[in-house]
């Protein structure tokens, strides 16, 4: 459960260093993310990515209202503690500084944001028609901070109820994003949409039709989609034959897809464990 968000983040991640390097050479931020997202070594990524948020931390000590650059640690955090985090009690820590990074701004870009830890849903909902498309990615990093704090902490009921609030967020991202929309965004709302059976509120139907956007938009490049269209889908609905195929063409599929090799790699190994435990489940 913990690779659920890694594609979407890790998308972000060009955006977030180039706040780290925006005076310096903005060349080697991009450079740098399409480094990671093609890396075929995620232990290596987990070992190097340490240093880039002590970096972060001290860049927003010189700049504590910088939104763009609480945003980029936000992600870097959120990545690090859901993903390569095994603990517990560390992964609630370190995602509770991603929220934290991530709602800091948010209120130095939208003031309304500020209060939305304490709002009723529909309060936080009614906030969110003023967030325009210039402030998406701001957004979508709050949104992606969220997503993994409240998975570090899935077993509180406190928490699930504050999962219609960020699904909401996700819906107006992908409402103001246009031609810019992040479109691994497709994999998470399937993954929202699915987390709940239908008896109570889920729509697993609504769900399969993002998994399916999510690798059509990806052209099948994005090995991820798949991975969690077998977990989130159907497995919940009990479709085997779906989940087995699904999983093989995760399998079959070359990693090696610009942009996405880190996450492919992962996917893969992920998808032979579930068809190894496929018989237990079914």
Not at 6 to 29: H, R
Not at 132 to 144: H, M, N, Q, T
Not at 193 to 222: C, M, N, Y
């Given at each position: 459960?913990?690779?659920?968000?890694?594609?979407?983040?890790?998308?972000?991640?060009?955006?977030?260093?180039?706040v780290?390097?925006?005076?310096?050479?903005?060349?080697?931020?991009?450079?740098?993310?399409?480094?990671?997202?093609?890396?075929?070594d995620?232990?290596?990524?987990?070992?190097?990515?340490?240093?880039?948020?002590?970096?972060?931390?001290?860049?927003?000590?010189?700049?504590?209202?910088?939104?763009?650059?609480?945003?980029?640690?936000?992600?870097?955090?959120?990545?690090?503690?859901?993903?390569?985090?095994?603990?517990?009690?560390?992964?609630?820590?370190?995602?509770?500084?991603?929220?934290?990074?991530?709602?800091?701004?948010?209120?130095?870009?939208?003031?309304?944001?500020?209060?939305?830890?304490?709002?009723?849903?529909?309060?936080?909902?009614?906030?969110?028609?003023?967030?325009?498309?210039?402030?998406?990615d701001?957004?979508?990093?709050?949104?992606?901070?969220?997503?993994?704090?409240l998975?570090?902490?899935s077993?509180?009921?406190?928490?699930?109820?504050?999962?219609?609030?960020?699904?909401?967020?996700?819906?107006?991202?992908?409402?103001?994003?246009?031609?810019?929309?992040?479109?691994?965004?497709?994999?998470?709302?399937?993954?929202?949409?699915?987390?709940?059976?239908?008896?109570?509120?889920?729509?697993?139907?609504?769900?399969?039709?993002?998994?399916?956007?999510?690798?059509?938009?990806?052209?099948?490049?994005?090995?991820?989609?798949?991975?969690?269209?077998?977990?989130?889908?159907?497995?919940?609905?009990?479709?085997?034959?779906?989940?087995?195929?699904?999983?093989?063409?995760?399998?079959?599929?070359?990693?090696?897809?610009?942009?996405?090799?880190?996450?492919?790699?992962?996917?893969?190994?992920?998808?032979?464990?579930?068809?190894?435990?496929?018989d237990?489940?079914?």
């Amino acid at each position: 459960m913990k690779k659920v968000f890694l594609i979407i983040v890790l998308s972000s991640l060009s955006s977030g260093c180039a706040v780290l390097v925006s005076n310096a050479a903005s060349s080697f931020s991009n450079n740098l993310a399409a480094a990671v997202l093609n890396q075929d070594d995620p232990e290596l990524v987990r070992d190097g990515l340490p240093t880039l948020m002590l970096t972060m931390d001290s860049m927003i000590e010189g700049s504590p209202d910088n939104p763009q650059l609480l945003a980029a640690s936000a992600s870097l955090y959120a990545t690090y503690g859901a993903v390569f985090v095994s603990g517990e009690e560390r992964s609630m820590k370190l995602t509770g500084r991603a929220r934290g990074y991530g709602l800091r701004a948010m209120c130095e870009t939208y003031e309304p944001s500020c209060v939305w830890p304490n709002v009723t849903y529909d309060e936080f909902v009614a906030t969110l028609d003023g967030i325009d498309p210039k402030d998406a990615d701001i957004l979508l990093s709050y949104g992606l901070a969220s997503l993994a704090y409240l998975r570090a902490r899935s077993s509180s009921w406190d928490t699930v109820a504050e999962f219609p609030l960020i699904q909401a967020l996700f819906d107006h991202y992908l409402n103001i994003s246009g031609d810019a929309v992040n479109s691994s965004v497709y994999t998470y709302m399937g993954i929202m949409h699915s987390l709940r059976p239908p008896t109570l509120g889920g729509e697993p139907e609504l769900a399969r039709d993002f998994f399916e956007k999510a690798i059509a938009e990806s052209s099948g490049h994005d090995l991820n989609a798949k991975l969690e269209y077998a977990k989130g889908y159907a497995k919940l609905m009990y479709e085997r034959e779906l989940h087995d195929r699904l999983l093989n063409e995760v399998l079959d599929a070359d990693p090696n897809q610009n942009g996405f090799v880190l996450t492919n790699v992962m996917a893969q190994k992920e998808a032979a464990t579930l068809l190894a435990e496929a018989d237990d489940y079914f």
